[in-house]
């Protein structure tokens, strides 16, 4: 099936210099991440390509949205990500970094999929100085305090973040 993200290059490859804007929106089901991250909105695409001697640069940003939960204090997130994309196709590809053109067309779909999950933060946090739960009561800290002391200089987070980890390793 066609997708808006396949785009045909075959006057940018006739003429080097030309110049050729694409600003589409897809449904993240034609994006198929296949990641439980990703959400279901639609998956924004804005980017210019251009003609070169040596392929076509591909240069603008996509946004999606992903969710997921703070690793600290467990509250569920919903966030965009925008990527900045730069990025050179090649009819007969001579880096690996560059996609290939087939068939004079450009699919900017493995390349904005790829892009995107690797931007979504592996151990996402609510708020950079969240303050999770008190390791010590379990007290969630981001709505009240305990009495708790908390030595100084301690990575009081590390034993929490630790057995995150060990329950998610068990579910997963
Ligand atoms: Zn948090
Ligand atoms: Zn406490």
Redesign the pocket.
């Known amino acids: 099936m066609a997708t808006p993200l396949i785009v045909n290059v075959i006057e940018l490859l006739r003429r080097p210099g030309s110049t050729k804007e694409v600003q589409v929106s897809v449904a993240a089901s034609d994006v198929s991440f296949d990641d439980a991250r990703m959400t279901d909105d639609d998956v924004q695409v804005r980017v210019h390509m251009e003609s070169l001697t040596n392929g076509i640069s591909v240069r603008g940003e996509t946004t999606a949205q992903w969710q997921g939960e703070c690793r600290r204090c467990l509250v569920p997130l919903t966030r965009a990500v925008t990527v900045e994309l730069d990025e050179l196709y090649q009819s007969a590809p001579d880096s690996p970094d560059a996609y290939a053109i087939e068939n004079d067309q450009i699919n900017l779909l493995p390349m904005v999929r790829e892009n995107l999950l690797l931007a979504i933060p592996l151990g996402p946090l609510c708020t950079e100085d969240c303050p999770g739960f008190?390791?010590?009561?379990?007290?969630d800290?981001r709505s009240t305090t305990?009495?708790?002391s908390?030595p100084v200089g301690d990575d009081r987070w590390a034993v929490l973040d630790a057995l995150k980890d060990r329950l998610s390793d068990r579910e997963g």
């Open positions: 008190c390791p010590q009561c379990g007290a800290l305990c009495g708790c908390r």
